[in-house]
């Protein structure tokens, strides 16, 4: 009996190590499981099984033994307890476990409940199948997610219709995710923080709470399977595309792309690939109400397709900010290393009166656009980098100078009175009487259209009759400064439209020229001589002139030597000529012509009266009692050595009489002895030796 009893206890013991040893084992495997979920928090794995203990009965002896145990085993394993610490932890209990027989591995989506607290989503829906965590700060919603953690630990997600703080069931989508609360952490400010695995598609059926807590009976929604050659087709392609997003953009971490890779059911690779990419709600919603697999897939490839393109345009917008950044930062790196240079060379640095920071000054004070900004930046930096002792620096010095004084912005206000013009045309001129009417006129119709706008006036007549002094006199009868040149016997365009800066000693045209010195958009320009210009191989000045003349063209002027356009469009333009035969006829259309005849000889007596005398006086040192001209002598003048239109040849003669007077003067006979028997002496019987001198 010993020997049997002794040969029971060996069995005995040999079915307690088998026991201790299969315990030992279920136990490594729930710690190993309970690691991994703990260290793994973060990252977005899904979680599809839940292991769960359950008895296993050997003998009836043992059953009935331990059924205290158990029931106690039972009680704590089970995925419906409420033992509020388990759920927290979701990690089997050692305690349970070495009360407990045997194991089993139970899908999770096996033990679903067909009731759950709701929670409404304002950002965008999850997808079944995800480890994420879920920052809840309304109070509502905490208390929501208090009660399904404390009854079961599942909870159902939904995205809300539109975005409010306590969404009703209405106002949710029907269908959304179900998931278990894995962990859960309160947060000082009284929200919750808990990290959840989403586990399947789940479809309200009806509602069993309005007001929060929302409570709904559900029904649970199964992939609509397509096991064909497309889906996975499909398959290869979301794989691929993805990929192809992943390598270009670094917030797609290598855990998601392996994640990826290890799905293997389509429709889980279709929601993952939904959960991460940045689409709108709504149409994330469709993908998850969506339980056809091959449409779901085929949705998602569009979604990719979309974000491949905004990828796209994303990297060449950065790669042009990135170029434009290097550029900056290379040219920011040269100039500094251009200062020390400069410094250690003595050859000026960036400070108060330095030439370019004059320039750069002046042009920034225009507010240049478009191209003249651009021409002027550009000829800034090359003008700073130069050497001074160069050539070409002076040539640059020159330009930008020339720049810098055109009247850019110089408006000129018109202030025309018609009674203050008559009386300086009155002044500066003896009779023409028609010719000053014709003027008026024209004054006063540009006074009535308020018309700022340059205008083109020929003057005609022959030499000597005033055409010069009337335009002088019109500028100041406008209130406008006055510059004259002439064009007679011109050849050379140039001389209008500037010499380009590549030729040595190249200078701006006539018309760049008067504005730098009148320094006004809308002076008085004074054109001689129109009708005696020529023409060569080196260009005709006349058709030059006519894109100075023309309205419709001179507005934006480009002078060869500033090669910028420049609106001189407000010049008041007065062209004279002898004659209007050589004028061209495109010229004569766009321009008012005024006819000056010459004068008689009784204007001529006045005019040598009030002007020609007293001006020669004045330029021969002579005082006005000095000299005294009779009627007869001055008639005589006019009649027999001055019988032009004009008065020149009357000044002239003039002159010679006040010369010869001072030359008699000098040589012993009294100045204030000249009387009209001198003068008269002067003009019969010297005038003729002075005429042949």
Request: glycine share 6%; hydrophobic share 35%.
């Amino acid at each position: 009996m010993a020997k049997d009893n002794n040969n029971e206890n060996d069995d005995k013991i040999t079915e307690q190590d088998e026991a201790q040893i299969k315990k030992e084992f279920e136990d490594k495997i729930r710690s190993a499981i309970g690691d991994f979920v703990s260290e793994n928090f973060n990252g977005d794995v899904p979680v599809d099984v839940e292991v769960t203990v359950e008895k296993k009965e050997k003998t009836p002896e043992k059953a009935s033994d331990k059924a205290g145990d158990d029931k106690n085993s039972s009680d704590k394993n089970s995925i419906g307890q409420k033992d509020s610490k388990q759920a927290k932890s979701r990690r089997p209990s050692k305690k349970a476990d070495s009360k407990s027989e045997g194991a089993t591995i139970v899908p999770v989506d096996k033990m679903l409940p067909d009731k759950l607290f709701l929670i409404g989503l304002n950002v965008r829906p999850i997808f079944p199948g995800i480890f994420t965590p879920l920052m809840i700060t309304n109070s509502e919603d905490v208390k929501t997610i208090d009660k399904a953690f404390e009854d079961n630990g599942f909870v159902g997600l939904c995205l809300a219709k539109k975005e409010t703080e306590n969404p009703t069931i209405s106002e949710l989508y029907e269908v959304g995710t179900v998931a278990r609360i894995i962990k859960k952490i309160n947060l000082p400010d009284g929200g919750v923080n808990i990290f959840v695995s989403t586990i399947k598609r789940f479809k309200v059926k009806r509602a069993l709470s309005q007001k929060t807590p929302v409570y709904a009976a559900v029904e649970y929604l199964e992939d609509e399977e397509a096991d064909t050659f497309e889906v996975k087709a499909l398959t290869r392609a979301l794989i691929s595309e993805m990929k192809e997003i992943s390598d270009n953009n670094p917030l797609f971490s290598e855990e998601m792309r392996l994640n990826m890779v290890n799905i293997d059911h389509p429709g889980k690779i279709a929601d993952f690939i939904a959960s991460i990419l940045n689409t709108d709600k709504n149409e994330q919603q469709k993908v998850l109400e969506q339980l056809n697999v091959r449409a779901r897939m085929e949705q998602v490839l569009v979604f990719i397709k979309k974000e491949q393109e905004l990828l796209r345009i994303q990297k060449k917008i950065q790669g042009e900010l990135n170029d434009r950044v290097e550029k900056n930062q290379r040219e920011y790196f040269l100039r500094e290393e251009m200062k020390a240079i400069q410094d250690e060379l003595g050859i000026g640095a960036d400070g108060e009166g330095n030439d370019y920071t004059k320039f750069k000054q002046k042009i920034e004070s225009f507010h240049f656009e478009g191209e003249i900004k651009e021409a002027c930046d550009s000829e800034l930096e090359k003008f700073k980098l130069m050497d001074p002792n160069s050539s070409e620096y002076f040539v640059s010095r020159n330009y930008l100078e020339l720049i810098c004084n055109l009247p850019w912005n110089e408006e000129q206000k018109e202030a025309l009175d018609l009674a203050k013009a008559y009386k300086i045309l009155e002044r500066d001129h003896y009779g023409l009487d028609d010719v000053k009417k014709r003027i008026i006129e024209y004054l006063a119709v540009r006074k009535m259209k308020q018309d700022n706008k340059g205008s083109i006036l020929i003057l005609v007549g022959p030499p000597g009759v005033g055409k010069t002094s009337i335009g002088r006199s019109i500028a100041d009868a406008m209130g406008k400064p006055f510059y004259r040149f002439s064009v007679g016997g011109m050849r050379d365009e140039a001389e209008i439209k500037g010499h380009r800066r590549t030729y040595i000693g190249a200078m701006p045209g006539k018309i760049i020229q008067g504005l730098k010195i009148t320094k006004s958009k809308s002076p008085v320009f004074m054109i001689d001589e129109i009708d005696k210009m020529g023409s060569s191989n080196q260009g005709d000045p006349a058709s030059a002139l006519l894109e100075v003349l023309d309205p419709e063209q001179n507005i934006n002027f480009r002078d060869n030597y500033l090669d910028l356009p420049f609106d001189v469009s407000n010049v008041f333009f007065i062209l004279t000529s002898n004659t209007l035969d050589s004028i061209p006829e495109p010229l004569l259309d766009r321009a008012e012509i005024i006819s000056l005849a010459g004068y008689i000889d009784q204007e001529k007596l006045q005019i040598a009266k009030k002007y020609l005398i007293p001006k020669n006086l004045v330029k021969n040192g002579l005082a006005k009692n000095q000299v005294k001209y009779t009627k007869e002598a001055l008639i005589r003048i006019a009649e027999e050595y001055a019988r032009e239109a004009g008065v020149r040849n009357y000044e002239k003669c003039i002159d010679k009489i006040h010369r010869k007077i001072i030359t008699e003067s000098l040589a012993g006979i009294p100045a204030d002895t000249k009387t009209l028997s001198s003068v008269k002496a002067v003009v019969d019987g010297q005038v003729d030796k002075l005429k042949a001198d």
